[in-house]
């Protein structure tokens, strides 16, 4: 990547990047199944461009194939009305906080839709139903070259009723809400220092979480989360307030009903401002012990694909968003969630 640009062209090529993507969100979410959503596609995607998602979707190529495949299907389960995506945070910039590096943009948030048909077999709830999203986009010029997207896919089923994973779940089940300063959605022109900030604290804070087994002790709590915290987990898990229900409603169980195996590397890690975005496809191998998701124990690890998006206050992290591609990570011990739903359904 040429980086030979000055502080100003740089932050002007990031808010034209953000641009690009809001303005794709926009028509996406107003498009009609077919022709409509291909277009909208088209326009801000690269030919060749890949997309990154959860399970079933996994791996697409091609703007068409995405449209096909996942958001004409998506659109035709709604009525006349169209999608409403509620973002709550959107935060751009460069990889790892390096100027040498692509761009990339990151939204979160639900989208808000009337679900009257079926969709992935999930049974129409005739209601209003939110799917909860994390979406990071690799911009170069003016198209959209990548996709990793992580959509809680769980949490329909969950509202439709059919989620059978639902009394296995240790914490608050709701409609997460964004950051309590209301601050998310960043524009302009950042100090890159703060985002800097931001990134090496979640780094070092990840560091010490992966050097601990993925064990958070008191000591690591005190030294990286605010007291104060905010932990809003994936349908499967659930969301916590505070050290104690965070223990209670999520490390405690996790830790006790999951074996670390290994860690990866990130694809897209970035932050702006005091928020940080981190997405791995995989994220984790994790060997179960036994009762998380109500799961035997079994002797071949399974991947966790994540997301964490993170707002800092001071010189502590006192928000976490997480998204776990939980179909996947089910799949991959042999239990097909959506093929389940469908043969009770038939």
């Not at 860690?263 to 995989?282: H, K, L, N, S």
């Not at 992290?317 to 776990?324: G, H, S, T």
Request: charge should be negative.
């Amino acid at each position: 990547m040429t980086t030979n640009f000055g502080p100003r062209e740089r932050a002007a090529r990031i808010n034209a990047a953000r641009s690009l993507v809001l303005d794709h969100l926009e028509r996406l979410d107003a498009a009609t199944p077919g022709k409509e959503t291909t277009d909208a596609c088209r326009a801000a995607f690269s030919s060749e461009h890949l997309y990154l998602g959860v399970h079933p979707f996994n791996t697409l190529r091609g703007p068409e194939r995405l449209a096909e495949v996942l958001w004409s299907p998506f659109h035709s389960a709604r009525s006349g009305t169209p999608c409403q995506r509620r973002l709550d945070i959107v935060i751009a910039g460069h990889q790892a906080c390096d100027i040498r590096e692509p761009i990339w943009v990151v939204a979160m948030g639900h989208c808000l839709w009337h679900f009257d048909r079926s969709w992935l077999g999930i049974p129409p709830t005739g209601k209003v139903s939110f799917l909860r999203f994390a979406s990071a986009f690799r911009v170069e010029s003016t198209e959209i070259v990548e996709t990793v997207e992580f959509l809680d896919i769980l949490g329909v089923l969950d509202q439709a009723g059919v989620n059978g994973y639902s009394g296995y779940q240790t914490a608050a089940q709701f409609l997460t809400p964004g950051p309590r300063t209301h601050d998310g959605i960043l524009s302009g022109t950042r100090d890159p220092t703060e985002g800097r900030r931001t990134m090496d604290l979640t780094k070092a804070m990840l560091d010490d979480l992966v050097a601990n087994g993925m064990q958070s002790p008191v000591a690591h709590l005190k030294r990286f989360w605010h007291p104060d915290m905010n932990w809003f987990g994936p349908t499967g898990i659930g969301s916590c307030l505070g050290f104690k229900s965070y223990r209670r409603g999520h490390t405690g169980p996790f830790e006790e009903r999951l074996e670390f195996v290994q860690d990866f590397d990130t694809v897209c890690r970035i932050a702006e401002g005091d928020y940080a975005a981190f997405f791995w496809r995989p994220c984790l191998s994790m060997r179960s012990t036994g009762g998380f998701l109500g799961l035997p124990p079994l002797d071949r690890p399974a991947e966790m694909r994540v997301v964490d998006l993170y707002r800092r206050q001071g010189d502590r992290l006192a928000e976490n968003w997480i998204f776990i591609d939980m179909l996947h990570f089910l799949n991959m011990q042999g239990v097909d969630v959506l093929s389940g739903i469908q043969e009770r359904e038939t």
